[in-house]
């Protein structure tokens, strides 16, 4: 069974500056690891797909990076629009529970 | 513009009354998706369907039924609401294929009084 950890659960930042979101997991053969953006409310929205490791992508502030065992997302010099809730999922399917990101003007 | 619209966004219901939620979408995607999301947890997928093929995750309470109509429309039914059902519900669709992104509704909000 695909298993999906995300840490930390709540990360409270200063406009500019950057961090990094963890996501680490356990399966049998990936697929495919995404990257989703969820703002309070709303659906989840697609960020990246990662499928090898060593595997990065980038959009404006956000950086995904993708290794054998976890997935980074960094976002440098985050700004108050940044603040959402990142989820992670692999094998399209397995959710973890996301990283609550909150940007402090 | 394509989307994934979800009626209604938010539902009140009675314990034990029976409540339908909808999805539809416009972009023609054949895999569509029912998710249950509670607060600050993961959203657990319930089934979804590949085309008419039904597929119900094994731990899916016997309480959630589904209907597929036609490509555009799938229904979430709960036949008795308990309280441990309130939560938001999420409908995605996607082309078929592990490494298609999902496409996600707004979410219908459900109370249970």
């Known amino acids: 069974e695909d298993q999906v950890t995300q840490s930390p659960e709540a990360l409270r930042l200063q406009e500019g500056e950057s961090s990094s979101l963890n996501c680490s997991y356990t399966?049998?053969?990936?697929?495919?690891l995404f990257w989703y953006r969820q703002d309070p409310g709303k659906g989840p929205e697609f960020l990246f797909t990662?499928?090898?490791a060593g595997e990065e992508k980038e959009k404006e502030r956000l950086k995904a990076t993708l290794t054998k065992k976890e997935s980074f997302l960094h976002i440098t010099a985050p700004k108050p629009e940044d603040s959402a809730t990142y989820l992670c999922?692999?094998?399209?399917?397995?959710f973890g529970a996301g990283t609550t990101v909150t940007v402090r003007a | 513009d394509a989307m994934v619209i979800q009626n209604p966004r938010y539902q009140v219901t009675q314990f034990g009354k029976p409540v339908t939620l909808s999805c539809s979408q416009t972009?023609?995607?054949?895999?569509m998706y029912w998710y249950q999301q509670k607060s600050s947890q993961a959203p657990k997928l319930l089934f979804h369907?590949?085309?008419?093929?039904?597929?119900n995750e094994a731990d899916t309470p016997d309480n959630f039924q589904s209907r597929r109509p036609n490509t555009s429309f799938c229904f979430l039914d709960i036949r008795s609401p308990g309280l441990g059902d309130a939560a938001m519900y999420l409908c995605?669709?996607?082309?078929?294929?592990?490494?298609?992104?999902?496409?996600f509704g707004p979410g219908t909000r459900l109370t249970v009084l």
């Open positions: 999922a692999v094998n399209k399917l397995s």
């Open positions: 972009l023609n995607h054949n895999v």
């Open positions: 399966v049998s053969g990936l697929r495919g």
């Open positions: 995605a669709t996607s082309r078929a294929g592990d490494h298609n992104e999902q496409f």
């Open positions: 990662l499928y090898s």
């Open positions: 369907y590949y085309d008419k093929d039904f597929n």
